[in-house]
């Protein structure tokens, strides 16, 4: 969460208690600067404060002020007051505006409002206990929405505001001007629509004349309020720690490359830091399942529980340092406010590829999962640029791809360092992400040709002042985002690496038996060779399953590409979830391998994989083929269904899955026939 518009793009819900046997439902809404809505994030705050949400109706608002610029706060403040909705104020940033010099009278500001303000640091849980406190007696009614209006409001459209009032006889007066403004907007019923605008023709009501009469008087009004309650020092008497470190940060040369050398360290710490974890992670389940395959007698109970279960849950929990360190280092570079600065960097490129500053928070979000980052894309007010970032952002590699890339790095690229230091392998990983974000926007400026949207475009972002991160704040991200991977991805995986061990295992009765007798009867002949023949049988009786008949009927499209059967079911696999190709591979090769191969990691098995005729599978030209296929690939049906809800349409979707498909197998079939 953030206290800046943009962070939160849709409701957030949860419970509170606020002593005395009283529970609050707490609502946290989008951030907005005023009750004229222009991005999709903050229709979802107007809809609610209007009492326009057919889920939430607000019975207490609590209203976040930066203390630090409370002149452009106050404007919204101001509004909900007029709405008559209780409100409490909780005034944050104290430490901030203390420092730039501004002291606030916070009782002289609470007899100015009307309303209750309670000065809460929830960095360090200060003014916590008394925020609950206050809201406690709001709910109680002993603190209530001011009688007065904060402005005047009889002075705007008076006629036209009684009219509508004629019809919403409980709604404020100046609730009366937005449903006259924003009515379209509104489920009102088409008899109720069709009066309003009968009135609005009556009285030759004007949206933007009202607007701007009532800006420029609550304005007035929140300048007598502050000459009387803060005292600000001379703007020019002092520059800030974040005004001196945007120098260096936003350098227009030296900031991009300072940039560069964020993103390389961030993946090369990924690498560095998860590489214990994961060899420890995949040592004890390498020995687990040793151990077991030694105890447990064999039979189909044995063979699901080391092949189905422990192979698919091993696929899924090696993963875990890395998608761990990937979200604490991103929520690192939010926490701090570094973020927010990478999208001011960025403009300028981006609008030469259709897009703004303001796609790059999405597009950097899709690096952790496309699906909240296609959904913060309502804060782009442009409905072209806003198209044009969902189009692409699947683009950008999630965390999803992270057990894909690692696994084929691992294989096919050397461990080695350049220049003494710099890992080889955290190179290529890092050149995957980049070439994600350099194709989304060479995608991006062919495909704003062919979207006929035109509206002028404003890049206005609030930077936020660099701040220490907050460590509990990075651990919990970790660990939640962990449990989120294990939980829900790890959901798919393992009844995926089932029914893919069901249908590994099991083929045409007839074709099997012959298998397995022709086999028995070369082992008895050759006791000397019996895991030799042991392990062609194993093979022979999963090309013959009907996983194998599915994968050896894909095969001739992917063979180009150099991609055997096995790569081909978990291809199909891969469109529930990306990173469900690894515990794919994992059940493929764990049946494959038989007893044996329960003493091996997955790494080592798809190692010495080979060919029918004795060649690798996994060469340094199908690995590249295989990474670029899923850099480009659009397989997750989680992210098609957030396009098709965020765009309305069936349209898109589909478009995104044709192109990226057809990107993904084109680019594939150059890099292999180049390489090989």
Request: glycine letters at 6%; a positive charge.
């Amino acid at each position: 969460m953030g206290n800046f518009p943009g962070v939160t793009v849709d409701k957030k819900t949860g419970i509170s208690d606020l002593g005395s046997d009283l529970h609050a439902n707490v609502i946290d809404l989008p951030g907005t600067y005023s009750l004229y809505p222009k991005r999709g994030d903050e229709w979802v705050t107007y809809k609610v404060l209007l009492q326009q949400d057919g889920e939430v109706r607000p019975d207490i608002l609590v209203l976040l002020v930066d203390a630090s610029n409370l002149k452009r706060n106050l404007l919204f403040c101001s509004q909900i007051i007029d709405l008559k909705i209780p409100i409490v104020i909780a005034l944050t940033m104290m430490d901030l505006a203390n420092k730039k010099g501004i002291e606030i009278d916070i009782n002289g500001l609470e007899r100015e409002l009307g309303i209750p303000i309670v000065s809460v640091n929830p960095r360090k849980n200060k003014g916590i206990a008394q925020l609950k406190r206050v809201i406690a007696q709001t709910a109680h009614q002993l603190h209530q929405a001011p009688v007065r209006d904060f402005i005047p409001n009889k002075s705007l459209a008076t006629e036209a505001v009684q009219d509508v009032k004629g019809f919403f006889p409980q709604i404020s007066d100046y609730t009366a001007i937005h449903y006259l403004i924003n009515h379209e907007h509104f489920d009102f019923r088409k008899d109720v629509q069709d009066k309003i605008e009968n009135i609005e023709s009556a009285h030759a009501f004007n949206h933007t004349k009202v607007q701007a009469e009532e800006i420029m008087q609550r304005y007035s009004r929140i300048k007598q309020i502050i000459q009387h309650t803060v005292s600000e020092p001379d703007p020019l008497q002092k520059t800030l720690f974040t005004e001196r470190l945007d120098n260096i940060l936003l350098h227009r040369r030296w900031g991009y490359l300072i940039l560069v050398v964020v993103l390389f360290l961030l993946f090369q710490s990924v690498f560095w830091l998860a590489q214990f974890p994961m060899d420890g992670i995949d040592w004890t389940f390498t020995q687990v399942r040793g151990w077991l395959s030694n105890v447990l007698p064999e039979g189909w109970f044995s063979n699901i529980l080391l092949n189905g279960l422990l192979a698919g849950l091993s696929g899924i929990i090696v993963f875990v340092p890395q998608i761990m360190i990937l979200f604490g280092l991103i929520t690192l570079l939010e926490d701090t406010g570094y973020m927010a600065r990478i999208s001011f960097l960025t403009d300028k490129l981006m609008r030469k590829a259709g897009l703004n500053g303001k796609s790059v928070m999405p597009m950097i979000s899709g690096f952790a999962c496309a699906v909240p980052a296609i959904m913060s894309a309502r804060s782009i007010e442009n409905r072209k640029e806003r198209l044009l970032t969902i189009l692409i952002t699947p683009l950008m590699s999630c965390s999803a791809r992270l057990p894909v890339y690692t696994i084929i790095v691992s294989i096919v690229i050397p461990k080695k360092d350049l220049l003494g230091f710099i890992s080889l392998q955290a190179l290529v990983m890092m050149g995957l992400y980049v070439l994600g974000l350099v194709m989304g926007l060479i995608v991006s400026w062919v495909a704003k040709r062919f979207i006929k949207l035109k509206e002028k475009s404003f890049f206005i972002l609030e930077l936020p002042v660099y701040r220490a991160p907050r460590w509990k704040n990075v651990i919990v991200t970790m660990i939640t985002k962990a449990k989120i991977f294990v939980t829900d991805a790890g959901r798919i995986i393992i009844i995926i690496s089932l029914i893919l061990w069901t249908l590994s295992s099991f083929g045409p009765g007839q074709e099997m038996a012959s298998i397995r007798q022709e086999y028995q009867q070369k082992i008895e002949a050759n006791a000397n060779v019996a895991d030799q023949l042991t392990r062609e049988k194993n093979a022979a009786l999963l090309q013959h399953s009907y996983a194998g008949i599915l994968g050896r009927t894909l095969e001739p499209v992917i063979r180009p590409l150099g991609y055997d059967w096995k790569i081909g079911i978990a291809l199909i696999t891969s469109f529930a979830a990306r990173e469900v190709f690894v515990g794919t591979m994992a059940t493929l090769y764990s049946v494959e391998g038989g007893k044996n191969a329960n003493r091996q990691t997955l790494r080592q098995k798809m190692e010495s994989a080979t060919r029918p005729g004795g060649a690798k599978v996994y060469t340094l030209a199908t690995g590249i083929s295989l990474m670029l296929f899923y850099a480009f690939a659009m397989q997750c049906m989680s992210t098609l269904a957030v396009v098709k809800r965020e765009t309305r349409s069936w349209k898109w979707p589909l478009i995104q899955l044709v192109y990226m498909t057809g990107l993904a197998y084109c680019i594939s079939l150059i890099a292999y026939q180049l390489l090989k």
